[in-house]
């Protein structure tokens, strides 16, 4: 198959995305890799790394060509203020956005293949003034699409949720019929076409502890997870099951021939699956007229210009993102 164009965003400036992207340079790849930084960045990392780094600027219209190791093909954007690394300067908030708004605007418009996202820090670009709740709620809002639902994936367990950046206090209120109805309908459209699995089966946690144990422990299940499941399974072409309580949801037995997990909240499937695949794991954003991927891990600036990064996150995303591309065109075809 022909090589696709992945583009990289390279992150918080001051973290450690860009010293993982020059690492990410020296490696093999069949894929064109693209990164959407100011080539200085880059270039200070590489120094700071003593490795040999080569840019090229991209060319939106160009064909796709086979990554060189030691080259990356760049979308240069400026820096607001120079990069020390480890300190976050909120002058360069705008150029991280400027990054995300690159990325969406070639996606969109079919230049490139996918997005694959190094990790933002949300609180100093909010700080500069900025509204910013992440990656997944941007690209919804700059691509135009109604609904996005988080996917975090690791080998054997793939979790979605209903709910992403909301404090706990607002989730109940949050969980209505028509929400559950627009993420099931994403995740299983998604499941089929982007990773080719014809009829999904889909495990769907309850809310409350005990999933309310009929009633005496939280009534939403009653009143709204279980009449809406019930509506979905003579719509969907997914099998749904559940409302399962949260806490045995993931046991081996129960997941063993799940395609994934939905669940209703950010901190009640993700730490599983972090604790499962952490450093080996995906974040996935379902939806999207495009294709895009993110490393699970954050900024690091505690180990920022340290050369002790470890690239492994990216390696497992990256290798993630090229299955992707490679099942959603022989979807297409």
Known sequence: MDSAKILITAGEPAG????????????????????CADPALLEQAANLLKL????TEFIPQSKAVKHRPGHLWCIPLSLHSKVTFGQLDVSN???????????????????????????????IINDSGLKFSGHTEFFAEHSGCKKVVMM?????????????????????????????????????????SK???????????????????????????????????????DTLNAELIGPLPADTAFQPNKIKDIDCVLAMYHDQGLPTLKYKGFGNAVNVT??????????????GLDIAG????????????????????????QQSH
């Open 16 to 35: 450690i995305g860009p010293e993982i992207l020059v690492k990410m340079a020296q490696l093999e790849c069949d894929d064109q890799l693209i990164v």
């Open 52 to 55: 040999p780094l080569k840019l």
């Open 93 to 123: 908030a705008n150029y991280v956005l400027d990054t995300l708004k690159t990325a969406n605007d070639l996606a969109l418009s079919g230049q490139v293949d996918a997005i694959l996202t190094g990790p933002v820090h949300k609180g």
């Open 152 to 192: 975090l994936a690791c080998d054997g367990l793939r979790v979605t949720l209903a709910t992403t950046h909301l404090p706990l206090r607002d989730v109940a209120d949050a969980i209505t019929p028509q929400l559950l109805t627009e993420v099931l309908t994403v995740v299983d459209t998604e499941l089929r």
């Open 195 to 233: 990773f080719s699995i014809q009829h999904p089966r889909i495990l769907i946690c309850g809310l409350n502890p005990h999933a309310g144990e009929n009633d005496h422990l939280g009534t939403e299940e009653s009143r709204i997870i279980i009449p809406t499941l019930d509506q979905l399974r």
């Open 286 to 299: 379902l939806g999207l007229p495009y294709i895009r991927t993110s490393v699970d891990h954050g900024t």
């Open 306 to 329: 340290q050369n002790i990064a470890d690239i492994g996150s990216m390696q497992y995303t990256l290798q993630f993102t090229q299955d992707l591309i490679r099942r959603s065109k």
